[in-house]
């Protein structure tokens, strides 16, 4: 676990004289510029912010970025990151890219049979990872059996209060009992405190408790499932709704299919939905999560784990040899995890055992621009072909509800040019089909 870093490779030094201009502007006379030029970035600036940030207005310190290196950490610590919605993200795609040769993350405080146990699992997964590969299964379906402890590397950008947030989860919040995210949290704490001495101690302070998630008592062994999606709740006449809006706005609601598309939709922003999204991979989940103007419900990764159930990639039934390999594996990850738990393992380090393609139900709120949205990119024929199957399953969901509107959505090619260039699957839809 010691190879963990996450390390801040960018940051403005200058956008510490532009939160002190930020405290100053609010209560003092002068135009914008005088208040930059009377700001230095030296203690004086630093006493200001801090009285600011203690008095609660925090939007002073957004405009203070930060680009973080997370290097080598496990795909855990991934999903657990990207949950910042205020924040940007690059990751290094295992749809593309070969992780044979990732490694993986080893918990600290493993005692020698359970360091052996764990050494030995993880490994014969990635073997069958390169062996399914080796059968002629893609790279994308190949690694639903790579373990959550396999090593990931991704970029992230957020505002400072973003990170305030971010390291305060990862110390204080739904974190703290899992020594990789804690431990990173303080390598990014002590970072920042040379930019910003005490400001995160302060905010510990205040910190808001946070409830634990229950976690599974036992694990088990589950089997192949289909997933699905269901709609839990949505605006009655929402076609109606929309035409008051657009005649508060002042614009014509007569054509719904042109609101749709306009250039500044605010009216959708007002209806929203939520959905279940059942039997999902892990993998899975990070695409949903990676929409950040959703509001996610996500149960703790190890209980996909412990119910082990899994998604099977038709590309692996296509291959006797490789669905055989695909299934053991399953099967052997539920016993190592099984005597892993026998032998002390915290349910937290079990977290690691789960793979790629175990399930997991979420539950997933969203306003009707970033439905558009949602489908736009997930129905598309380059999408993942998971994602691809439960977006339209929500889709043909809504348009049984209200077609007016959801027979005018869908992917993007039905509306122009096709967004991935070269990448295109040379197959666009018209919009006429819907």
Not at 249 to 260: F, M
Not at 275 to 297: G, N
Not at 401 to 412: A, C, D, K, L, M
Request: some cysteine.
């Amino acid at each position: 676990m010691n190879q963990s870093k996450a390390i801040i490779i960018v940051e403005n030094r200058e956008a510490l004289r532009v939160a002190a201009s930020a405290a100053r502007i609010s209560t003092q006379q002068g135009t914008a510029l005088e208040m930059f030029e009377a700001s230095s970035g030296d203690g004086r600036d630093l006493k200001l912010i801090g009285k600011v940030l203690s008095s609660g207005h925090k939007s002073v310190i957004e405009h203070q970025t930060f680009s973080i290196a997370f290097n080598d950490v496990s795909v855990f610590v991934e999903q657990f990151a990207i949950e910042s919605r205020l924040a940007s993200f690059t990751v290094k795609s295992r749809r593309y890219v070969d992780f044979a040769g990732a490694g993986f993350v080893l918990p600290e405080g493993l005692n020698g049979e359970q360091r052996a146990l764990y050494d030995a699992t993880m490994r014969a997964r990635f073997a069958d990872y390169e062996q399914l590969m080796a059968l002629g299964v893609p790279k994308e379906d190949a690694r639903f059996l790579l373990p959550y402890c396999l090593r990931s590397n991704f970029y992230m950008t957020l505002n400072a209060r973003e990170l305030i947030g971010l390291i305060g989860g990862m110390l204080y919040g739904r974190g703290k009992g899992f020594p990789e995210i804690e431990a990173l949290g303080m390598q990014l704490k002590e970072q920042f405190d040379a930019l910003y001495p005490g400001v995160i101690d302060r905010e510990a302070a205040h910190y808001p408790e946070y409830a634990p998630m229950a976690l599974p008592e036992a694990i088990h062994a589950g089997a192949d499932r289909v997933g699905d999606a269901g709609l839990l709740s949505a605006c009655d006449d929402a076609a109606g709704y929309l035409r008051d809006m657009c005649a508060f706005t002042g614009r014509s609601g007569d054509d719904i299919a042109a609101l749709l598309t306009d250039a500044r939709p605010r009216e959708l922003e007002l209806v929203g939905y939520t959905f279940r999204v059942k039997r999902v991979s892990l993998a899975c989940v990070t695409h949903f999560t990676r929409h950040r103007m959703v509001s996610l419900l996500v149960p703790p990764v190890v209980r996909g784990l412990a119910e082990g159930d899994y998604v099977l990639p038709e590309s692996v039934r296509a291959i006797p040899e490789a669905e055989a390999v695909y299934r053991r594996a399953f099967r052997a990850q539920a016993e190592a995890a099984q005597r892993a738990q026998a032998l002390g393992m915290s349910m937290q380090d079990l977290s690691y055992f789960a793979l790629s393609g175990h399930q997991l139900d979420l539950v997933l709120g969203m306003n009707l621009r970033q439905v558009v949205h949602f489908m736009r990119l997930r129905t598309c024929n380059r999408a993942q072909w998971e994602i691809r199957g439960v977006a339209w399953k929500m889709l043909n969901l809504l348009r049984e509800r209200e077609p007016e509107i959801f027979n005018h959505v869908g992917p993007s090619c039905a509306y122009g040019p096709c967004p991935e260039g070269r990448m295109s699957c040379g197959r666009p839809y018209r919009k006429e089909k819907f």
